[in-house]
């Protein structure tokens, strides 16, 4: 199964910056998309930002699309969502996610995805 840990959550001011990274392990062959959801308490879960493991295609929310950035680094197997501006929303937790059973490139579906990391707290403050 493939492996994912995220790294770079944390508590930043309202229209800061942060930089969240997945690292990717096991058998990342199999893997062709990537992304990033988020999880506020109580709410569904929502896509953020996706990007195709091979070709690198993005895409973004548009909630997200002037602020955040999605790439990777294929050869060592990370994801990076930059996500600059950010405003003062109910905190969230920030997951990684892998899909490779559809063979699809994108998706900003939860279903779609094969394999989770365990998920990053990230905080805005006012």
């Known amino acids: 199964q493939v492996q994912l840990v995220e790294y770079g959550g944390g508590l930043v001011q309202a229209g800061g910056s942060l930089r969240l990274s997945c690292a990717a392990s096991g058998p990342t062959l199999s893997v062709y998309a990537m992304g990033w959801f988020r999880q506020a308490p109580g709410k569904e879960r929502e896509f953020v930002a996706a990007?195709?493991?091979?070709?690198?295609?993005?895409h973004l929310a548009d909630s997200v699309k002037d602020r955040f950035t999605i790439s990777r680094d294929y050869v060592k197997n990370i994801m990076y969502l930059q996500m600059n501006s950010l405003t003062p929303d109910v905190p969230a937790v920030y997951y990684c996610?892998?899909?490779?059973?559809?063979?699809?490139?994108?998706?900003?579906?939860?279903?779609?995805?094969?394999?989770w990391g365990q998920g990053t707290q990230v905080t805005v403050s006012s």
């Open positions: 990007i195709s493991w091979i070709g690198g295609t993005t």
């Open positions: 996610a892998a899909g490779g059973s559809t063979r699809r490139e994108y998706s900003s579906h939860v279903y779609e995805y094969d394999y």
